[in-house]
């Protein structure tokens, strides 16, 4: 069972950035793929990324426009959410999850979740 802690968020102004951190408890988190979610209150889990085990694949809402950049560490387990161009609207909780393969982009798709982290961006 793999475990997954995220951190990384806190409050920043509109057009600041953030990185988020997805830190895994297994070396087996290499050979899975891995996305990031947000949700906020009386909305349903949205998608933002995923990427692959290799890194080869990636995935990006269309939401992001660009700002958003994921990537992974597989040599100290870790994946990452590099936000930039903050906007109040990116305000939620954020959740990093893992799967044992890059199929989709909804909750179902994955198996493995972290806790959240919050993100809050003041205008």
């Known amino acids: 069972q793999v475990r997954l802690v995220a951190s990384g968020g806190g409050l920043v102004q509109a057009g600041g950035s953030l990185r988020l951190s997805c830190a895994a408890s297994?070396?087996?988190?290499?050979?899975?793929?891995m996305g990031w979610f947000r949700q906020t209150p009386g909305k349903e889990r949205e998608f933002i990324s995923a990427i692959n085990w290799s890194s080869d694949i990636t995935d990006y809402a269309d939401f992001v426009k660009g700002r958003f950049t994921i990537s992974r560490d597989n040599a100290k387990n870790t994946g990452y959410l590099q936000m930039n161009t903050l906007e109040p609207e990116d305000t939620a909780v954020y959740y990093c999850?893992?799967?044992?393969?890059?199929?989709?982009?909804?909750?179902?798709?994955?198996?493995?979740w972290g806790q959240g982290t919050q993100v809050t961006v003041s205008s």
């Open positions: 297994e070396h087996t988190f290499s050979t899975l793929a």
């Open positions: 999850a893992a799967a044992n393969r890059l199929s989709g982009r909804t909750i179902v798709d994955f198996d493995y």
